[in-house]
Nanobody, 122 residues
Framework: QVQLVQSGGGSVQPGDSLKLSCVVSGLSFTDYAMAWFRQAPGKEREFVSG????????YYEDSVKGRFTISRNPNKNTLYLQMDSLKPEDTAVYYC???????????????WGQGTQVTVSS
């Protein structure tokens, strides 16, 4: 059984940093691409960042480029999202997800973490 268990998140002020984690079990971690999505109230789930198998390439949505960093640790079966210079518009529930091949389309992912709230407000 594939499980993705998230941690991190919380409420911060604009300009602060947060780090999200996602521990994966039930599959061969290095054989799967990983991604972060987010969903704000009343909006569709959107792609934030992705990383290919073995960390060969990384991808970012334009609004987070230069502020967010995705990484993966195969020794811990863990995916990370370091979020710096956070803005109010980053407020959303963040989800980790995985599939064999990299995709920016939420509908193509089968396995999801439970979601974690990130709130950026002064």
């Amino acid at each position: 059984q594939v499980q993705l268990v998230q941690s991190g998140g919380g409420s911060v002020q604009p300009g602060d940093s947060l780090k999200l984690s996602c521990v994966v079990s039930g599959l061969s971690f290095t054989d799967y691409a990983m991604a972060w999505f987010r969903q704000a109230p009343g909006k569709e789930r959107e792609f934030v960042s992705g990383i290919q198998r073995y960390g060969l390439n990384t991808y970012y949505e334009d609004s987070v480029k230069g502020r967010f960093t995705i990484s993966r640790n195969p020794n811990k079966n863990t995916l990370y999202l370091q979020m710096d210079s956070l803005k109010p518009e980053d407020t959303a529930v963040y989800y980790c997800s995985t599939r064999r091949e990299m995709s920016a389309l939420a509908g193509e992912y089968e396995h999801w973490g439970q979601g974690t709230q990130v709130t950026v407000s002064s």
